[in-house]
C-alpha cells in the first residue's frame, strides 16, 4: 500500500511539475513558475543571528559559532514573506519539483552575495530519513543540493555517508526551539567520515526556523571530522 501510494504520488507529482510552470506560484500571472517581480519581493534584508538574533552579518554571530560548530549561514528569502511559505508548500508537500531551481538559483545567488571565503566545500543536503523520504517521493534538500553543487561546480557528497536515523516531526510543529533541540538529539550520523574528514562543508535545507536542525547536523558532521561547516538554507525564520 505505501508502495503505492508512493507511486502515485511520484506520478502527481510529475504531473503537477508539468501543469504549473505555466502560472507564477506568487502572483498567478500566466509566466514562469516565480516571475521576477515575485522574485525581488522576497528579497530579504535580516542580517540577524538566527540563534540570538544579534544584529550580525553571516547568520550566525561569534559567540554562536563557537559553540553551535556553524561558521555562516546565508539563506535567500525569510520565512516571514508568506511568498516564501507558499513555495516552500508547494515545493515540498505538493510536488511542485520544478520550483526547484529557481530556489537553487536564488540560493546559489545569495551565496555568491555574501562574499564568504568557502574553501571548495563539500555540499551536503540535510537528510531525511529514508521511510519519509520514501512517503514525499523526494527530498527536498537533495534535490537543492544536487541543482546548487552543478552551479557551482562543487562535490556533492554521496548518498548514505549522512543519514536520518531517526524520524523527527516537522520543525514547524515545535512549540521552542528548546523543543525542536530535544526532537532532533541524535538523529543523525556519519555512515562513513573518509569524504568529509578536513573538508570545509556546505550544509543544505529549504528552510530553518530554530536552527536546531542545522546545529545538530552541523555538530554530527564535526565529530566526524569536518572542518568548517556553512549553511545555505532557501528561507530562514
Ligand atoms: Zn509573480
Ligand atoms: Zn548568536
Known amino acids: 500500500m505505501g508502495e503505492y501510494r508512493t507511486l502515485i504520488r511520484s506520478i502527481t507529482g510529475h504531473i503537477t511539475d508539468f501543469i504549473v510552470p505555466l502560472k507564477c506560484v506568487g502572483c498567478k500571472t500566466l509566466s514562469t513558475i516565480l516571475c521576477n517581480q515575485c522574485k525581488t519581493r522576497l528579497f530579504d534584508e535580516c542580517e540577524s543571528c538566527l540563534f540570538c538574533k544579534t544584529a550580525v552579518g553571516r547568520g550566525v554571530c561569534r559567540t554562536c559559532t563557537r559553540t553551535l560548530y556553524l561558521s555562516s549561514i546565508v539563506s535567500?528569502?525569510?520565512?516571514?514573506?508568506?511568498?516564501?511559505?507558499?513555495?516552500?508548500?508547494?515545493?515540498?508537500?505538493?510536488?511542485?519539483?520544478s520550483l526547484a531551481g529557481v530556489m537553487a538559483s536564488?540560493?546559489?545567488?545569495?551565496?555568491?552575495?555574501?562574499?564568504?571565503?568557502?574553501?571548495?566545500?563539500?555540499?551536503?543536503?540535510?537528510?531525511?530519513?529514508?521511510?519519509?523520504?520514501?512517503?514525499?517521493g523526494f527530498n527536498q534538500s537533495e534535490l537543492l543540493a544536487a541543482l546548487i553543487a552543478k552551479t557551482a561546480s562543487l562535490?556533492?557528497?554521496?548518498?548514505?555517508?549522512?543519514?536520518?536515523?531517526?524520524?523527527?516531526?516537522?520543525?514547524?510543529?515545535?512549540?521552542?526551539a528548546d523543543e525542536r533541540e530535544k526532537q532532533?538529539?541524535?538523529?543523525?550520523?556519519?555512515?562513513?567520515?573518509?569524504?568529509?574528514?578536513?573538508?570545509?562543508?556546505?550544509?543544505?535545507?529549504?528552510?530553518?526556523?530554530?536552527?536546531?536542525?542545522?546545529?545538530?547536523?552541523?555538530?554530527?558532521?564535526?565529530?566526524g571530522g569536518a572542518e568548517n561547516i556553512h549553511a545555505l538554507i532557501f528561507a530562514r525564520g
Open 76 to 97: 535567500a528569502t525569510s520565512y516571514k514573506h508568506q511568498l516564501a511559505k507558499t513555495i516552500i508548500t508547494q515545493y515540498k508537500y505538493h510536488g511542485v519539483r
Open 106 to 136: 536564488m540560493m546559489t545567488n545569495a551565496l555568491g552575495a555574501s562574499g564568504g571565503a568557502l574553501h571548495h566545500p563539500l555540499v551536503i543536503p540535510i537528510p531525511l530519513h529514508r521511510l519519509k523520504e520514501r512517503r514525499r
Open 155 to 176: 562535490p556533492k557528497i554521496e548518498k548514505n555517508v549522512f543519514v536520518r536515523t531517526r524520524k523527527s516531526p516537522p520543525q514547524v510543529t515545535a512549540a521552542s
Open 184 to 223: 532532533v538529539r541524535g538523529v543523525f550520523i556519519v555512515r562513513d567520515d573518509t569524504p568529509i574528514r578536513g573538508r570545509d562543508i556546505l550544509l543544505i535545507d529549504d528552510v530553518a526556523t530554530t536552527g536546531a536542525t542545522l546545529k545538530e547536523a552541523a555538530k554530527t558532521l564535526k565529530n
